[in-house]
């Protein structure tokens, strides 16, 4: 393998090489490759435990989104429109001139 004295350094620095630039072997046994999976139970307890640190909006922060997203939503809306109408026009008349 051709590692410059950078990669070498770093490398060794992460426990990968030897001090004589070659690769460190390690045994790993089987039962220290497996990672423990955790049973639905676990899991339901952990996502609970999780969205119990959320910090949720109240009812009054999520009427007043809603509203302006709404507002946003049609005033985006209507925008988008006139821009369509003003253009189709011109062209429109563009052709028929």
């Not at 045994?27 to 423990?36: F, H, I, L, W």
């Not at 996502?47 to 910090?55: G, P």
């Amino acid at each position: 393998m051709a590692l410059n004295r950078e990669q070498k350094r770093m490398l060794q620095k992460q426990g990968e090489l030897g001090p004589d630039g070659e690769p460190v072997r390690t045994r790993r046994s089987p039962q220290a490759q497996r990672k423990e999976r955790t049973g639905p139970t676990q899991f339901a307890k952990e996502v609970r435990s999780e969205l119990r640190k959320v910090a949720w909006p109240t009812k009054s922060e999520t009427i007043n989104y809603s509203i302006i997203t709404l507002i946003t939503l049609v005033v985006f809306t209507l925008f988008i429109f006139g821009v369509d109408w003003v253009f189709s026009e011109f062209v429109l008349k563009l052709f028929n001139a």
